[in-house]
Structure formats: structure tokens, C-alpha cells
């Protein structure tokens, strides 16, 4: 009976779907966004006046307004969202690596933030490996007081299924077995060094935490094998509360105005380079979609808000203060859906949360087959951290975005460093962002019925259980179920 019944609704679903009838305006959207899309030049125009949109920052501030301003410009309704924010901010580093604390030597790093405000650290290396509980059996008496030496992802030749935990878990990990600095340890070839927060909370964590080049991180792990390592980490940030500001444009839905999707993308970037890939070809991809709504004049059934998030790359702070304050005003159970693009680039499909989504984005992407065959009609279902859906997510709000899509011009390797810039930007790669993520919003808030709801707190605690998500929810002490 409970198979009949899911076949019935796959069967409602795929009705609705192909009743949706969504190709004409689809058609409406590529052609405007292939012939005038304003993103591409918006983002090297941001690139090169704003540069790097840390948040917190004056820059940070600046990009609050060109966005706002570029939404005002274009007619939409669009509000600040302010919230309050612990800025972060790097000033002094150095790092010295020796056999001894008579010879240390000059090492190339970062700091990783949140990493205290003043740290001054000198004491002997130990290698964790890949910094998992598991590679601290056995030594974790030795641990205290030492500096940790961790790999970013997973080391070559670990055992399969080793599970990668984001650089900010390694650190709280680390922390609690009694570590006095952590040295992380990047993946990418050529030195090039990563950024980004070493903090689970994005408050400030209390050891200091930096990143080393490949070649450099992997000769340490060797010499560590024969000859003990002394190291010494000082170094000076800023920290302060400070105020920060979302933007939001509200395109008002026709049938069910209290029904939302929101289409979020983060503004804010690394302050090592202009961030165009982290994240501006996903922010400035949904705001030339609220564009585009507005120039089309499309109307739709359910209320849509494009959200440019801030304090994403410093703990999901902006988007987090979304759903707090959502809660706050009684508005969360309103948002039936949540798209985020973060770093998307030329997606060949959609995804989603939710796998019950699957008859009717497959049924949407049809559509945009008929228009672009180089849409591929891909669909992904499953579930990850450490971006913008989180917060939605945890409330069990589905969530999805692009499937598929390949970062332009090799920029993968530059993720948080200060390679991530203009030049590695793809127009067309850009456009597709724009036109078929645009498309996915036209549909989604125009379904007579979404088939999926907001997860009850059982089904969401099975649901993250199922897509792996327990151990780094715990680590960063977001599981709320208690075992």
C-alpha cells in the first residue's frame, strides 16, 4: 500500500509538472539574458572599484551599496537587512619553522581566521595527519601544548571512506585535545595559500590557526619522521562588533504572497583577492536574475526575494541572522524553498535536498533542453554544509541550486587565495547561471503545488543521519538531538 501511495504522488507530481507549461516564458528569459545580461560587466566593474568585500570592512560596506543601488536602478523593491556582526580582520604573521628554537627559519603562511586577536606561540610540531578524531588515537596525551600540523582534505593513501571534515572542524578538534596553534596544511600545488575561517561559531577561536603551501606542509611532514620540529606562530588581528547588511529585492507573489523562495547567493569574499569566483559570479548571477524578473515584468504565483547575503566566508553570519530574524517576526514557515548559488558557473542541471523534487525539475529542465542543448538536464539530490542553505536547511526548509557546472579557467586551485580574480571570469559560463537558474525560480515559484514541506524535527535529525552530516554538525556543536 505505502508503494502504491508514493507511486500515486510521483504520479500527481509529474502531472503538475507537465501541466506547468513554463516554456514560453522560459524562452522569454534566455533570450533577454543572452542579448543584455549586466552581470559579467558588474562584476569586473565591482572588481575594479570595491575590490575585496570582506565583511566588516569599509569595502565590505561599499559592496552593500553597489548592489543595493544596482537593485534600486533596475526598479526593484529592495531593503537593507542590518545585522550585527564580530568583524574579523588579519594585520601581523609571522611563522618560523626549525629543528630547534636557536634555528628557525622564515615559513610562508596565512592566518586563518577567527584566530585570536594576539597570539604569540613557540612550541614543538606534531603531525596529526588528516586531523580526525581518529588520528589522535594514541597520541592524544601528546598533543597538549603542541602545535598541530594537519592536511586540509584527506591525505593520500588514507583509508577508504576517510571522511573530510571542513578546515574549521580540524581546528575545534584540535583545540580540544589541548593543541596551542594549528598549522593547515593546503592541497593545491605551487604554494598557493588558502584563507578562510578556522572558527565552527565564526567567533574568535582561542589558539591561533594558519595555512602553509603543499610543498612546504609535506617536507615538514617528512622531516617530522627523523627530526623533531620546533615552530613559532605570532601574530596580531582585528576583532570587533560591527554592523553588516544583507540585501534583499521582493518580487511580491500573485496567488500566495506569504508563500517564499528565496534565491540567495553571498556577497561578501576574502580579502586576499576581489573574490570574482568566491562568490561574486554567484552573487552577481542573482542579482542580474532580480533583473531580469523586473525588465521581463514576470509575475508569479509565490512571493521570491533574491538575497545577497553577507558574513557567509565568516560563519554564515548574514544568512543565519536571516532565519533569526525570520523567527523573530513569525515568518520563517513562510519559505517553501531556498536556492543558493555559491561559486555556481555554468550548471548542466539542478539540485536539490529533496528527492522528491526529482519529476518535477527534470520535467522544468526539459524545457531548457529544448531551448540550450547544452543544458545536460542533470539532477542531484543530497545535502552538504558550510555555505548560505545551511541555516535553512537545519530548520528543514528544502533547499537546492545548480547541478553540474564546471569552475571557469582552472580557478578551482585559487579557492580563498589571491589568485581568486576578474580575469578568471567566464561571460557566457556567467549567462548560464543567470538564465537557467532565473528559469528554476520562474518554475518553482510558479507550481501550482511545491511536493515537498518543511521537514518535522525526526524526519530532518534522519535526513542529515542519512547524508553523513552528524559528526560535523556535533563538531561544530550544531547537533541539537543530543546523541
Known sequence: MKSFFLLALAGLSFTAGAQDHFGPVFKQINTEVQAHSNAYGNLKDASTTIGHRLTGSANGAKAEAYVYNLLKSYGCDVKYQPFEVESWDRKTLAVKIGDDASHLADMKAVTLAHSPVSAQVTAELIDVGNGLEADYAGIAD????????????????????????????????????????????????????????????????????????????MALKEKLKTTPQTASIAMTNFSGLIKARNVIATFKGTEFPKEKVVVGGHLDSWDLATGAIDNGIGSFAVVDMARTFKKLNLKTKRTIEFVLFMGEEQGLLGSKAYVEQAKKNGTLNQVSFMLNYDMTNDPKGFSTSRKEMETLF??????????????????????????????????????????????????????????????????QGLKNTVRYSAMLTYALANTPKIPVGKMNDADLKAFLEKNNLKLPLQVAGEWRWGD
Open 362 to 427: 527534470k520535467g522544468w529542465g526539459e524545457e531548457v533542453v529544448k531551448i540550450d542543448t547544452g543544458f545536460k538536464n542533470l539532477f542531484q539530490a543530497g545535502a552538504g554544509l558550510h555555505s548560505d542553505h545551511q541555516p535553512f536547511m537545519l530548520e528543514g526548509i528544502p533547499t537546492g541550486g545548480g547541478a553540474g557546472g564546471r569552475l571557469p579557467n582552472n580557478s578551482g586551485p585559487y579557492y580563498h587565495s589571491d589568485g581568486d580574480l576578474f580575469k578568471l571570469v567566464d561571460e
Open 142 to 217: 601528546k598533543v597538549k601544548g603542541k602545535i598541530a600540523l594537519i592536511y586540509l582534505g584527506v591525505l593520500p593513501g588514507s583509508a577508504k571512506g576517510t571522511p573530510s571534515l571542513h578546515r574549521s572542524e580540524k581546528t575545534a578538534i584540535a583545540t580540544k585535545y589541548g593543541a596551542a596553534g594549528v598549522i593547515i596544511i593546503n592541497t593545491v600545488k605551487n604554494g598557493v595559500l588558502l584563507t578562510g575561517t578556522a572558527s565552527v561559531t565564526g567567533k574568535l577561536i582561542p589558539i591561533p590557526a594558519v595555512c602553509i603551501g603543499l610543498e612546504n606542509g
